[in-house]
């Protein structure tokens, strides 16, 4: 009985399947529109946020032409496979798919739309999952190929839009925003990245401008999640391997995340009271 955490909702009745099948209860893609605005590190320490609650997470990177989530969880190579399926890669009680695992560092992939859908449905099929309480989807930057590959894979319970406060960035969020809707995805919220920089004399500078983010959602009628504060630690856990609600818990930007993980955790709750929960079923 999964009751680890009580502010994480219970899942639905494992569905049937087949032994060695994986069964995901919930999938959350997190997308940007553009690259450069922490897209990764939103679903980096999201997926760790929701393991620290007690939660069975699971970590897909969708960003197969950039593929960088290895390295932000210090990870390099995949387990020994399994009953002839991949075996993730595990750190921080996530366990983590990418195709970082499977090239050699710097391959360019030049591979055209069919290519990375048959990769994004073999990273949902053909990996030793087992039972996924939260499937955590990174989505490349755009609005192509790979994100209408995972929609059509597997039915996502909602989607993530992270942005900075800049009107370019909010311009491409937008278009991510709209992507959910026409692929009939939920929408979360928004979240707002580097929102400013706290300076030593506690006043705030507002580097990229200041409140795009709440705009965003107030325009599009939908919530905003959170803002998060920028810090050199996100940087050096990235690089190093160690996400931040690892290395800096306690620090503002840790906060900001983890706080970002209870207000999903929170809106699946709601949504699940109040419906009939139905397990994420993989699409043929």
Known sequence: ???RNKNIPA???TPEAAPGDPVFHHAIAVASGKGGVGKSTVAVNLAVALAQRGA????LDADIYGPNIPTMMGLETLPPARDNKITPAEAYGVKVISIGFLVKPGQPLIWR???LHSAIRQFVQDVNWGEIDYLIVDLPPGTGDASLSVAQT???TGGVIVTLPQQVSLDDARRGLEMFREL???LFG???????LELPDGSRMDIFGGGGGERLAREAGIPFI?????DPSVRQGGDSGKPVVISHPESPVAKALSAIADDVLAKINASFQQNEAIPINIRG
């Open 190 to 196: 928004v979240v707002e990245n580097m929102s400013y």
């Open 154 to 156: 597997l039915p996502l």
């Open 184 to 186: 009939e995805v939920p």
């Open 11 to 13: 899942p639905p009745p």
């Open 56 to 59: 069975r997470v699971g970590l």
């Open 1 to 3: 009985m999964f009751n």
């Open 113 to 115: 739309g069919p290519m």
């Open 226 to 230: 959170g803002a998060v504060p920028m």
